[in-house]
Structure formats: C-alpha cells, structure tokens
C-alpha cells in the first residue's frame, strides 16, 4: 500500500537556526498537509497545499513557516529562526481530493527538537 | 473556528468487552467525522470515517455513530483485543482534531 515517508525521522536543531522537514506523499494525491503535535497533546492542523499554493492556514503558521513543493514528488515544511516551543512531532499528510473532506493519510513523523 | 472535545482521556478495558469514546463539536457546519488511530511512535490512521448524511458506520468491529441535532460522534469498538491498545483521536472537518483517548486493552 502506498505511504506518505517523512524524513528525517528525528531532526536536532540549535535555537535560532533553519529546518527544512521534508516529506513524500502518495504519489496520485493531489493535497498536502502539515500538522504539529507536542508531546501529549492533540494533532494540530498548520496548512494545507493544493495546485502549488496554500489553500488553507492555521494561526499558528506564521510568518516563520513556509511550504514548498521543489519538485514533482516532495513537499517541504520550513521553520525559519527555530524557537524551543517549536519542538514536537511534525506529521505531513496527503489525499486525493481536497478539503471536501477526502481521507488524508500520514506519514510517521519528524521528530524536531529546539536546543 | 471548530472545537472538538474528547472523552474519556484514558480507558482500560478487558480483552473482549467493548470500548467507546465519545466527540462533541462545536460547529453545525461540520459534514466529515474521522477517527484515528495513533500506534507509538506512529502517524495518525485513519480507521474510520462518517459524515453528515448518514447516522451510523459499521466496519467489522468499529462503528460510528453520529448525532447531527446534538453535535456529537461516538467510536465503539467491540471484542476488544490488545493489539486495540493505542491513543484514538476523532475529528471534524479533517482539520480539528480532540484531545485523544488513551486505550488500553488488558489481556
């Protein structure tokens, strides 16, 4: 069955510094997703991405985060001059179709953590 | 925005007996109802899904049901088993996620 991959799996980073997380969705879906969850807590939605643009955004992506897809099959979160909150769990998702609600599948995860 | 609320927190079952965690939301606008589950060290599966214009989904142990004029969704999971054991989150509107539900089978 086809998987969304993430990597890395686990990314270190000094206060201060760019991240670049990076993510592969299933191949013949259309739309991507970014959500954070720090740890023990809910699954937080950050953005999604459709047609090369972001279609639809939550307050906590700022002006700090930025999506990008560089090619036809990846699709990157970067966080810009990192913060200690920043660190959690960072899940990328894909679907087929778009926010009319269509099944999104996740990837494993990029473990960040902000030292 | 949406506000979903999850319940309980945690919940530990015996091996066979049925587990169900219940979702209230907040928008009446809301039409999509996944259900997740998050395996440690995992992303969310999606185990489960409903939306608005049906009451209830079946799929072999789990079901859904969904109360449009109340605003809340259930998961149960029947004949549980250990490998059940596992954080279940609900949603609405595939972006607001609830707080998640700790389950723990206990063989």
């Known amino acids: 069955e086809p998987e969304v991959t993430q990597t890395p799996s686990h990314q270190v980073t000094q206060m201060g510094q760019e991240v670049i997380l990076r993510c592969v969705p299933i191949s013949n879906h259309l739309y991507f997703y970014w959500y954070r969850q720090i740890l023990g807590q809910k699954v937080e939605f950050l953005v999604s991405?459709?047609?090369?643009?972001?279609?639809?955004k939550s307050e906590i992506f700022d002006d700090q985060f930025s999506v990008e897809r560089p090619d036809g099959s990846n699709f990157t979160l970067k966080i810009r001059s990192t913060k200690l909150e920043d660190s959690a769990m960072y899940f990328c998702?894909?679907?087929?179709?778009?926010?009319?609600?269509?099944?999104?599948?996740f990837g494993d995860g990029t473990r960040l953590s902000i030292l | 925005g949406e506000n979903v609320e999850q319940h309980p927190s945690t919940l530990s079952v015996q091996e066979g007996d049925s587990a169900v965690i219940k979702c209230t939301y907040s928008d009446s606008a809301s039409n999509y109802f996944p259900w997740y589950k998050q395996e440690l060290g995992k992303g969310p599966q999606l185990i489960i899904d409903i939306r608005s214009n049906v009451g209830e989904k079946k799929d072999q142990r789990i079901a859904v049901t969904l109360n449009k004029t109340a605003k809340h969704f259930s998961l149960h999971i029947t004949e549980t088993q250990p490998e059940d054991s596992a954080v279940y989150f609900c949603a609405a509107n595939q972006f607001y996620f609830g707080t998640g539900t700790s389950l723990t089978v206990i063989p």
């Open positions: 991405f459709y047609n090369n643009e972001i279609s639809e």
């Open positions: 998702a894909s679907s087929f179709g778009g926010i009319a609600n269509q099944p999104q599948h």
